[in-house]
């Protein structure tokens, strides 16, 4: 008889897509526990961003050849 095997998805932001955490589980209830571990460990990074960005410079021009 097959086993169902469990991973666990998340889904960050709608501009993002699903991501797969690593591992398999047996059950519901341990595929929960492990994403909540992995969720708590998870590291947060906040920077500032300048309001006026100046436009980049190009360091080379490529040229279309036909």
């Known amino acids: 008889m097959v086993k169902n095997l ?3 998805w998340i889904k960050i932001d709608e501009t993002l897509p699903w991501i797969e955490l690593k591992g398999e589980y047996q059950t519901r ?3 929960k526990k492990a994403a909540n571990e992995s969720l708590s ?3 947060i990074k906040t920077v ?3 309001e ?3 436009p980049m410079k190009a360091l080379e021009f490529v040229k279309a050849t036909r």
Request: aromatic letters at 6%; glycine letters at 0%; zero cysteines.
């Open 29 to 31: 209830r341990e595929a």
């Open 52 to 54: 006026k960005r100046s």
């Open 48 to 50: 500032e961003i300048p």
């Open 6 to 8: 469990y991973t666990v």
């Open 41 to 43: 460990m998870v590291k």
